[in-house]
Nanobody
Framework: QVQLVESGGGLVQAGGSLRLSCAASGSIFSIAAMGWYRQAPGKQREAVAT???????NYADSVKGRFTISRDNAKNTVYLQMNSLKPEDTAVYYC??????????WGQGTQVTVSS
């Protein structure tokens, strides 16, 4: 059974940092590229960063140089280190496979709020 559990969000001032974690069930983590996505109020969900099983990464232009995605294959966990946060980074952050699961499954997400 697929399970994705995100954590680490919170309220932070602009310029601050947060580290998100996502625990994924082993059945998908062991074979999948993983990604972090976010959805701001009134906007569509967008991909923020992706990482292959081998560690190759890709980032949305809006977060390049500020966010870092990583994974621990032994722990079935993917991380998103977010530095120099901006108010426009405020959103619910989700992890999923990359591309996302065909089943349409999403975890509960974790809220990130950046105050100005």
């Amino acid at each position: 059974q697929v399970q994705l559990v995100e954590s680490g969000g919170g309220l932070v001032q602009a310029g601050g940092s947060l580290r998100l974690s996502c625990a994924a069930s082993g059945s998908i983590f062991s074979i999948a590229a993983m990604g972090w996505y976010r959805q701001a109020p009134g906007k569509q969900r967008e991909a923020v960063a992706t990482i292959t099983r081998g560690g190759s990464t890709n980032y949305a232009d809006s977060v390049k140089g500020r966010f870092t995605i990583s994974r621990d294959n032994a722990k079935n966990t993917v991380y998103l280190q977010m530095n120099s946060l901006k108010p426009e980074d405020t959103a619910v952050y989700y992890c999923n496979t990359s591309p996302q699961l065909r089943s349409g499954y999403w975890g509960q997400g974790t809220q990130v709020t950046v105050s100005s």
